[in-house]
């Protein structure tokens, strides 16, 4: 009977300590599974950094350090396992900053080394999910490389050219509206972008620079201050959006508005719009304005100013636009749009069409009528700048000398280029022997002076 009762607690025993090594053995493997799973990787180059962004299951503890002789950024994703090998999608021998990328698990880490061409100061931050992406960790390298490539005009220049910015919206994390058989928006609007440039640059008095130029992000407010920084005297922001109805189509054009939007439709894109930097990623971003009641104050008494510029501004191109493209309004809209936000440089956010219509989308992807709308756009730029140049600028000092030659182009009016040049009418018929208002396209009208 004592043997026997003593064998029970034995047993009893043996039974917990399986039962506690088999809970053991459980607890490890559900930590081994719930490991974060890298997803995928990019890469994107931009003037003043690489960027390299890890897609991640779920937010992801990381170590980064740099090492020298060679120098190289070494990143250990903590708890971490690769869908794939993530070296052969990153590995390219054309970077500006990364030369090579390495990857090996280590034990529970995955670890990434990136060959680098000289010192870089990278910088780290991850995102929270934001459509079209879940968790992200976005790698930030600034050093080696070409930097911006465009410098700041004096304004004491003597016949300085006109400047103007151009900003193809979105870039790089942030592809925009993406429409029928993958269109981007980032795409066709870099591409509406140049072509602008190009011809911005081909005319006499005006130099164009680019906010980017190529597959990166740039921040809301990092656009506004880089076309501050080149003392630019128009800011022209390039989209070609979506809505929620696929019907929506059109050409619009809108400025800033601090007391609501125009219509839903331009209240809409702005929320749209301003949420670009948390898909395209700016680490811990605020929208808000941050100014203290004097700068407040003073930034309201220079906005005033500035908005009457960009409705005009907005305006000539609006119209130049519609010789192209069917306008979604016939009115230059109004909107709070951070990327207008800049208080002394005249600035409108070109709506170029709708990807979300699949037949306006057809027409934006070719570069025909990429090309006929940078025309419009150049036209309509070129019309508010012969009327409204900057002192200090050649275009200025011409309107100055006396009588000048203009001309005609598509959609031009008589009435409406004597009210460009502040003429009536009347005396720009006088002036070039006309008996009425008939004009053709290409003929050249003499512009009187005063």
Known sequence: MTSNFQARPVGGLASGAGWLIALVLLLAAAQASAATRIEGVRMHEAP?????????????????????????VVIDLKHAEAARDLGAGLARGDGARVTAV?????????????????????????????????????????????????????????????????????????PGAIGPARIQEKDVVLSIARRLARKVDAMPGFRAVLVRDGDYYVALRDRVAFARDQRADLFVSVHADAFKMPSVSGASVYTLSDRGATSEAARWLAEKENRSDLIGGVGDVSLGDKDDVLASVLLDLSMDANRSASFEAGARVLGQLGTVAKLHKRRVEQAGFVVLKAPDVPSILV???????????????????????????????????????????????????????????TGDTLSEIAARFGLSTRRLREANGLSGDVIRVGQTLVIPAG
Request: proline share 9%.
């Open 48 to 72: 003043d950094y690489t960027r390299v962004v890890f897609d991640t299951s779920g937010p992801v503890d990381f170590e980064l350090f740099t090492l020298e002789n060679p120098h190289r």
């Open 351 to 409: 709506e170029t069409g709708y990807i979300s219509n699949p037949a306006e989308a057809r027409r934006l992807d070719t570069a025909d009528y990429q090309e006929r709308l940078a025309t419009a756009l150049a036209s309509g730029i070129r019309n508010y700048m012969q009327s409204y140049a900057p002192p200090g600028t050649l275009l200025a000092w011409q309107r100055e000398q006396g009588d000048r030659k203009y001309t005609i182009e």
């Open 102 to 174: 390495r990857t090996a698990p280590r034990g529970a880490e995955y670890r990434v080394v990136l060959d680098v061409t000289g010192k870089v100061k990278p910088e780290s931050f991850r995102l929270d999910p934001v459509p079209p992406y879940g968790h992200r960790l976005v790698v930030d390298l600034y050093g080696t490389g070409p930097g911006r490539r465009t410098p700041a005009v004096p304004l004491s220049d003597h016949r300085r050219d006109v400047i103007v910015a151009i900003d193809p919206g979105h870039g790089g994390e942030d």
